[in-house]
């Protein structure tokens, strides 16, 4: 696009605040649904240094918008970003790098969690078209992604909820491995993290016990 079309634009690039709408409704939302024993960030910084450096001077990362923490426990958790998109540009795609290969790795060695800590929420034209959606269900595994339809609450609650309750269950089911580790051997000692199955196995379970009851 040449300059004069450029300047002609009602919005130009980096001018639309709009999302910031969108994650103040997010935050705002989930914190509401929350189970008593979480609770919520906003803008949480401890992933400002995620990317590794490989000898450089540079620190990289990236600011999700908020996070959920059990309170016994932080170090069970999950962060969320929130894209929102007209029916034209290219947010999904911004939004695929943190679903890779490499960054689950990353991020998994980063919090010392077996699972994927890391879900992004979608909003507007990216919840509801097929030039979106298609390409999210491709490329994103559940339950890592959200369709935040119309901005509906008691969707959101439950979306969040239901990762509420995968979050409690990685944390139960490292607490009875403790249990049975000092049962055995009479002293306290940590079963690593990495033995508990990973999120999508359970979430798996989750859904296909609420489709049985």
């Known amino acids: 696009?040449?300059?004069?079309?450029?300047?002609?634009?009602?919005?130009?690039?980096?001018?639309?605040?709009?999302?910031?709408?969108?994650?103040?409704?997010?935050?705002?939302?989930?914190?509401s649904c929350l189970p008593d024993d979480f609770i919520l960030e906003e803008k949480p910084h401890d992933l400002k240094n995620v990317y590794e450096n490989y000898g450089t001077p540079y620190s990289f990362g990236i600011a999700p918008e908020a996070a959920i923490y059990w309170i016994h426990d932080k170090t069970f958790r999950i962060y969320f970003e929130v894209k929102k998109q007209g029916e034209r540009g290219n947010a999904e795609e911004r939004s695929f790098k943190h679903h890779t290969v490499k960054f689950v790795e990353l991020l998994k060695k980063h919090t010392g969690l077996?699972?994927?800590?890391?879900?992004?929420?979608?909003?507007?034209?990216?919840?509801?078209?097929?030039?979106?959606?298609?390409?999210?269900?491709?490329?994103?595994?559940?339950?890592?992604?959200?369709?935040?339809?119309?901005?509906?609450?008691?969707?959101?609650?439950?979306?969040?909820?239901?990762?509420?309750?995968?979050?409690?269950?990685?944390?139960?089911?490292?607490?009875?491995?403790?249990?049975?580790?000092?049962?055995?051997?009479?002293?306290?000692?940590?079963?690593?993290?990495?033995?508990?199955?990973?999120?999508?196995?359970?979430?798996?379970d989750i859904l296909i016990e609420e489709n049985e009851t």
């Not at 890391?118 to 992604?145: G, M, W």
């Open 1 to 31: 696009m040449d300059s004069d079309k450029l300047s002609k634009r009602s919005k130009q690039p980096g001018h639309d605040r709009s999302f910031e709408t969108s994650e103040s409704l997010f935050v705002s939302i989930a914190q």
């Open 114 to 204: 077996p699972y994927h800590a890391y879900t992004s929420i979608f909003c507007e034209a990216l919840a509801v078209h097929p030039r979106y959606t298609v390409k999210i269900k491709n490329l994103i595994q559940e339950p890592h992604y959200f369709f935040w339809v119309d901005y509906q609450e008691d969707l959101l609650c439950g979306y969040i909820q239901n990762i509420c309750t995968l979050i409690k269950t990685y944390a139960q089911i490292r607490l009875s491995l403790n249990q049975a580790e000092d049962a055995a051997d009479k002293k306290r000692s940590l079963i690593p993290i990495k033995t508990l199955p990973d999120m999508e196995e359970i979430s798996a």
